[in-house]
């Protein structure tokens, strides 16, 4: 559909259209294709756009660039949800110039791409005043986890006034993992950025590509959830156990009970544990 011969078609299709969710793999589309789409297109009702890229390819050269992405949200002020995470790689976060994206409710991003929004919110106060959900996606797969983008963006997100978020970390793989946790429990509720994130109620430990967790992370977690201070629920999502029930070991759960006496709600796929 974005094929030169096709483009005009497409264009003409598109912006007549009521389409609400658009959903775009980078794969194999040019950057100028890539302009021409971004530049011209308008969708006056969507709502939830996904740009994403093959997340175990590590280097990708046909991203939409940076810039013409934000011209294309900027046009958009009615997209809720967003999934950010097929456009250009930079060492530090690219600025987005101007306020976008008035009604964003829920995103889920690399960690680039989080601090680019949380650094908006800096400059303009005003903007994303209705996100309640986000979603930190780590690493790649087989490569391991980077520590200074993945806190980097913690802090952004510690420094945000909102309330109620519901924070997803995402791990793509898995190596780097248990170090990250023993990280955060050395530094303490002193030093870890994690103690400052009072915006965050409800956790998801999300796992990709059969990422699981090993006995060193288990035996931390308590630990490192006490760390969150006005976490309510933790949830396990799609996260391999190495044979480990987390649910069903009586000790760990007391552990974290102990540790953490303001966590009502721990879920581990479709089990689920309350306390009052």
């Not at 200074?148 to 793509?172: E, M, Q, V, W």
């Amino acid at each position: 559909m974005l094929h030169r011969e096709y483009m005009p078609w497409t264009l003409k299709t598109l912006s007549t259209s009521r389409i609400t969710k658009l959903s775009i793999s980078c794969h194999r589309i040019s950057k100028p294709t890539w302009s021409a789409f971004l530049r011209i297109v308008v969708l006056p009702h969507l709502e939830d756009l996904e740009i994403s890229s093959d997340p175990i390819f590590v280097a990708c050269t046909t991203h939409p660039p940076f810039a013409d992405l934000q011209h294309f949200l900027a046009r958009h002020p009615g997209i809720r949800t967003l999934c950010w995470e097929g456009v250009e790689r930079f060492q530090t976060p690219p600025t987005i110039e101007e306020p976008i994206l008035p009604n964003l409710s829920s995103v889920k991003a690399c960690s680039t791409n989080i601090i680019s929004l949380l650094q908006m919110h800096q400059s303009y106060p005003d903007t994303l005043t209705r996100l309640k959900s986000l979603t930190l996606s780590t690493g790649r797969q087989s490569h391991p986890l980077i520590y200074n983008p993945f806190d980097a963006a913690l802090d952004h997100l510690a420094n945000f006034p909102g309330k109620d978020i519901a924070l997803t970390l995402r791990f793509i793989c898995s190596t780097g993992m248990s170090t990250w946790f023993a990280r955060h429990v050395a530094l303490g509720k002193d030093n870890s950025s994690l103690s400052r994130l009072t915006c965050v109620s409800s956790l998801f430990i999300s796992g990709e590509f059969a990422v699981g967790i090993e006995t060193s992370v288990k035996a931390n977690l308590p630990t490192w959830l006490s760390l969150f201070p006005c976490l309510k629920s933790v949830s396990f999502v799609q996260i391999l156990h190495k044979g480990l029930e987390l649910l069903k070991d009586e000790e760990f759960l007391e552990k974290i009970v102990e540790s953490c006496p303001q966590i009502k709600v721990i879920r581990d796929g479709d089990l689920l544990k309350t306390y009052h």
